[in-house]
């Protein structure tokens, strides 16, 4: 296998998801500063109503797909175009259940059509999805990189192409479709001419049955993630209005962004290594969980509390009409934490065949989210939903290390000492932050936040800036060549 190192597949990758989600912020700031909040509830709840239904064509296959074509490249092509074959039927099954669900709902006409219209751009996705594991699988994420921001520059333009000579929301999610196509187009030419793969459909017995008998866990768990990950959208709209949806969207909007630039591309490359260490070194398999979650510890708490810090400053500049949502910002921006770190202890729990514990965790907090949405929404609006996002993230990432110390044996006082030293180093930039606050405006704040966290970090040893180097560009090699790393 060509082993690209972790460290240009995580530079490269996280860079292109980066340009991304910046581009995605402006465009979802322009988008919700132009619309309605009820407008702007309809589209959100379009993409999440259809996202829900989107796990029904994948059913936990990419994930399968991305794991076994990682320990056995020479049968990838044939994974491929098994997992193609099942998917067919299965998108027509899906796109019928979806449109009769929507149709059947009360709602409006309207609606119903952003529906159908978000139905083609999950199939789409879902598509694409499998064409692009093919590639993480083999530690190559330029292309994917790549393709991924011309993706958004369609999307940004269109959008805003349409959203200024219309104004209505059924042509923003045109533009989506129209991204989903060439998002698709793209990684289908790769497949063919740089890896020469055939994408025929195929039903070869044994590979279904080798995959159907790992199915169940990774679908329910990919059902459980998909309930969870909407359920709070759909019953916003059901239990409360469109506009109670709008509002939550933004919050809601910007932890996501957070969410998949740094811990999903990092997981996007740490998949397949936890696969491989996993067959050939317990203990680099430790080490490599270890410093995945040290390094995600001391991004993900300053990114939080000083998101905390400065939040009414940045709503009322960014969101002037959505001050309403700051109290549901404080509780979802304080998960971030917990969602980034949960990152690292699932995958891990999938690429050693612990997915059952995976998918049990996951249906426990979907049940829980599902639960408490229902009690909080018709009491507390969208506030109860983002109450219901810091429960639910918390408490998985307590069900995951649960199970993660079964698989290998951590060392409890070190994760413990970083954690500490981050949190040490945050209160000293909140500090500083508050002291420069009427001198400066928020940009200055910001940058001289950071400067004293990663100063204050350094200082206390939490921080080693060689070791992480050093992780970063071996991790991708051979076990061999690690012989020597230690925490």
Not at 391 to 419: A, E, G, H, P, Q
Not at 429 to 439: C, E, F, K, Q, S
Request: net charge positive; proline share 4%.
């Amino acid at each position: 296998m060509n082993r690209i190192n972790l460290a240009r597949n995580t530079t490269f990758y996280t860079g292109a998801l980066t340009f991304q989600k910046i581009l995605a912020f402006f465009y979802f700031w322009f988008i919700s500063n132009n619309l309605l909040a009820d407008q702007l509830g309809q589209y959100v709840f379009a993409l999440s109503f259809t996202t829900m239904f989107s796990i029904f064509i994948d059913l936990g296959l990419s994930p399968i797909l991305t794991r076994e074509a990682a320990k056995n490249p020479a049968m990838a092509n044939t994974y491929l175009k098994n997992v193609i074959g099942v998917k067919l039927p299965l998108s027509l099954l899906t796109l019928i259940a979806a449109w009769l669900t929507i149709y059947f709902s009360g709602k409006p006409p309207a609606v119903q059509l952003l529906v159908y219209l978000a139905s083609f751009i999950m199939l789409l996705d879902s598509f694409s999805l499998s064409g692009w594991v093919i590639f993480r699988s083999r530690h190559n994420l330029s292309y994917e990189s790549v393709i991924t921001v011309f993706v958004q520059l369609i999307i940004f333009i269109l959008g805003l192409i349409a959203l200024k000579l219309s104004g209505q929301v059924k042509y923003l999610l045109a533009g989506l479709l129209v991204a989903s196509l060439f998002n698709l187009a793209m990684v289908t030419l790769l497949l063919k001419f740089k890896l020469k793969f055939s994408l025929r459909p195929s039903y070869d017995s044994a590979v279904i049955r080798h995959f159907l008998s790992i199915l169940p866990a990774f679908a329910l768990a990919g059902i459980f993630v998909k309930i969870y990950n909407t359920s709070d959208s759909v019953l916003l709209s059901y239990l409360d209005s469109d506009a109670a949806v709008g509002y939550f969207a933004v919050p809601a909007k910007v932890v996501y962004a957070f969410q998949q630039i740094i811990p999903a591309a990092f997981a996007a490359v740490i998949f397949p290594t936890f696969s491989y260490y996993y067959a050939h070194s317990q203990t680099l398999l430790k080490q490599t969980f270890e410093r995945a979650f040290v390094y995600l510890t001391i991004v993900s708490w300053p990114i939080a509390i000083g998101l905390i810090t400065v939040l009414p400053q940045a709503v009322a500049m960014i969101w002037p009409d959505y001050l309403a949502v700051v109290p549901c910002f404080y509780v979802m921006i304080s998960a971030l934490p917990f969602i980034f770190l949960a990152f690292p202890t699932g995958y891990l729990l999938n690429s050693c065949d612990r997915q059952n514990q995976t998918t049990l965790n996951r249906g426990i907090i979907t049940v829980l989210a599902v639960v408490l949405n229902i009690i909080l929404i018709p009491r507390l609006s969208f506030f109860g939903a983002g109450l219901t996002f810091f429960v639910t993230n918390f408490f998985l990432l307590l069900l995951d290390f649960y199970w993660v110390r079964n698989v290998i044996k951590l060392s409890y006082r070190f994760l413990l000492v970083v954690t500490l030293k981050t949190l040490l180093a945050c209160a000293a930039m909140v500090a500083g932050i508050w002291l420069v606050r009427p001198y400066f405006g928020l940009m200055i704040e910001v940058a001289l936040g950071a400067g004293i966290y990663f100063v204050c970090l350094y200082a206390l040893k939490g921080l080693n800036l060689r070791e992480m180097a050093g992780f970063f560009s071996q991790s991708g090699t051979e076990p061999q060549d690690l012989n020597n790393s230690s925490l």
